[in-house]
Structures are given as C-alpha cells and as structure tokens.
C-alpha cells in the first residue's frame, strides 16, 4: 500500500533560456505551481543545456529556440540522441513554420510561445513528463503547412480515403490534416466535441499514430 504521507516524486526539469528575467521567472513561477516540479538546473546558452542535461537527467527540458553557443534545434537533437527519454518542450518568440517544424522533427514534444500562461506551460510539461505530446492544432497545422512545402511535386494534394476506415472517420481525418481542431471539426460536422475526441482516438489507434501531427503526415506522406 501507499504510504499517503509520501510526496509523489516530483517532474524534473532543466530551463534552457538566454535571457536572465525570463529564465529566473519560469523557474520562480513553475516551482509555485503544486509542488510537483523540481527545477533541477537554468542554462543561459545550448551548451550549457546539454551539460546540465548530463549532469542532471532532467524529466523535461524547457527549450529556447534562439541561443548562442547551440541553438535550441540543436541542443534538442543533441540531448535526445544521448537521453532519448527526455521530453523538450519548445518555449519561444518564434512562431514561424520553417523553426516549428525544425523543432519538431528534431523531436520536441511540444511547442508552446513565451506569452503562454504559467499555467498552461505547466499543464504542457506534466503532458509531455507522461510521455505525450502537447502540440496545439495551431501549431499541427503549421507543421502540416511546412511539410507539404517541403513535400515531393507529385503527392497528393490532400488527404486520400483509407479503406480501414469509415466514411465518418476518412471525414474527419481529412479536417484533421487541415489542422483543425475537435471543437472545429464538431461544429462542422454538427457533433459534439466529445464525439470528436472519440472520432480521433479510434482513428490514432487505427492508423497506428501516435498524435495528431503524426497521423496527418503518415496520411499525406
């Protein structure tokens, strides 16, 4: 049995950040949240995020984009080709497709902008701690946008109807790849979001997809 006096173990994280008052700030204000996160180093450039990453085996790596030394493209492959179980969440300015999608398939879990909610960072973090990813449709959308740019002149220009899948589900999974989200697709469609999220659920495990994005490129791809 569970000792209930025992305090769960905490989410680990290392901040990766150039500027000192953001830096010191997210470490200020993640600390306040639950006690459920450990802020187990701050790293003022890419380098220094790969040290701490070995000395401290963060759970998490909250990731900026642009600093100098390494940028955070790279002290994100760097980490994970040593600690493949690290999760990197994405925290920038940036919200341009050719970074996002650079972040991404360098395997950040997550991409969230510096003017998120601390609450919602947070929320992020424990989400990517438990092994998922946290991607936006916003941001799914904006990845799906760069990788059909960079995509082969001949492909196909949307989303092909697969025969393991209901007409209801080839519906929704065509909206999906235009980064729609459940609420969005459920106003469409005239369906209750809820329903959605069931939808999408049934079509992940059906076309072998982790997450949204995922899906979406294996489907256009």
Known sequence: MTDPHLKPERIRVLIAEDQTLIREGLATLLAQQNDDFEIVGAAADGE??????????????????????????????????????????VLTTFETNDLIFEAVSAGAKAYLLKDSRIDEIAATIRTVANGQSALSPGVAAKILEEFKRLRPRHAPASAPARGDLTARENEILKLIVEGKSNGEIGAQ????????????????????AKNRTELAIKTIG
């Open 189 to 208: 469609l005239h369906l209750a979001e809820g329903t959605i999220k069931n939808y999408v659920s049934t079509i992940l495990e059906k076309c072998g």
């Open 48 to 89: 220094q995020a790969i040290e701490f990453a070995r000395r401290y085996r963060p759970d998490v790596v909250l990731m900026d984009l642009q600093m100098p030394r390494a940028d955070g493209v790279t002290a994100t492959q760097r980490i994970l080709r040593e600690f493949p179980g690290t999760g990197i969440v």
